[in-house]
């Protein structure tokens, strides 16, 4: 048996290594590279705005989060002078005017008050192993593991990411390796075990995947 690649630092690191070594480990994900072409993760800075815009866009379409998020980031002075202080000294009428809920207003409140508390910067996030990250980030109101695993993932670029609470993650496994129903924690963990060192990358791909199975059933259905 090939021995395990070592664990690079971040997906930058060499995107080509972890293509390979998914297409050769996995037929499903050979699959889904092949339809899906090159890896082409697009990332944020690891800043206070990444967590916010993370925390804005929980349970939200793409189109709507990317909406309101804009407003947030306008009312906070833009992305050059976003600070807690700033987000701090916005009202609750002016955070639910931009489009947040009750939650989220209290959640970006409290993570800011903990981005002040702690003494937060990005290179402080940058330097923390990826459990430790997750471990700070789920003590403030409103940050759950999957917000902190989508900060790895799309601020620090972490390679080995196992996001099992996302459900589109879950519904392409389920889809991919023909179950009949969406993948428990432990199935998805078992399934996802050949993929490491390169798990966040083998997300994406499912993730990409998932549109181009439903597009390939519908012309399988019509044929």
């Known amino acids: 048996m090939p021995a395990k690649p070592s664990a690079p630092k971040t997906i930058a690191q060499n995107p080509a290594a ?21 890896f082409r993760l ?16 929980q349970q939200l379409s793409i189109i709507v ?14 992305l050059d002078d ?17 489009g947040l809920s009750g939650a989220k207003v209290r959640a970006v409140r409290s993570l800011s008050e903990f981005w002040i508390a702690h003494k937060l ?3 402080k996030l940058a330097a923390l192993p990826d459990q430790d990250l997750i471990d700070l980030l789920v ?31 879950r519904m392409g496994i389920r889809d991919i390796y023909g179950m009949e129903e969406l993948p428990t924690r432990q199935e998805t963990e078992t399934i996802s075990a050949p993929w ?26 019509s044929s």
Request: glycine letters at 8%; proline letters at 6%; one cysteine or more.
């Open 42 to 57: 697009v990332t944020k800075p690891a800043t206070l705005h990444s967590l916010c815009t993370a925390i804005i866009g």
């Open 82 to 98: 976003f600070t807690p202080d700033h987000v701090l000294s916005l009202t609750d009428e002016q955070l639910r005017g931009a």
């Open 121 to 123: 910067t990005p290179k």
């Open 196 to 221: 490491a060192p390169w798990r966040t990358v083998a997300t994406w791909y499912v993730w990409q995947y998932i549109p181009i199975m439903k597009e390939e059933k519908k012309q399988n259905a």
């Open 18 to 38: 972890a293509t390979r070594h998914l297409a050769a480990c996995d037929p499903g994900l050979a699959r889904a590279i092949a339809a899906v072409g090159k």
């Open 65 to 78: 989060a990317a909406r309101i998020v804009e407003r947030f980031t306008a009312l906070g002075g833009g």
């Open 139 to 169: 003590q403030v109101k409103g940050i759950g593991p999957w917000t902190a695993k989508m900060f790895l993932i799309f601020a620090l670029r972490r390679p080995d990411v196992l996001a099992h609470e996302d459900l589109g993650l």
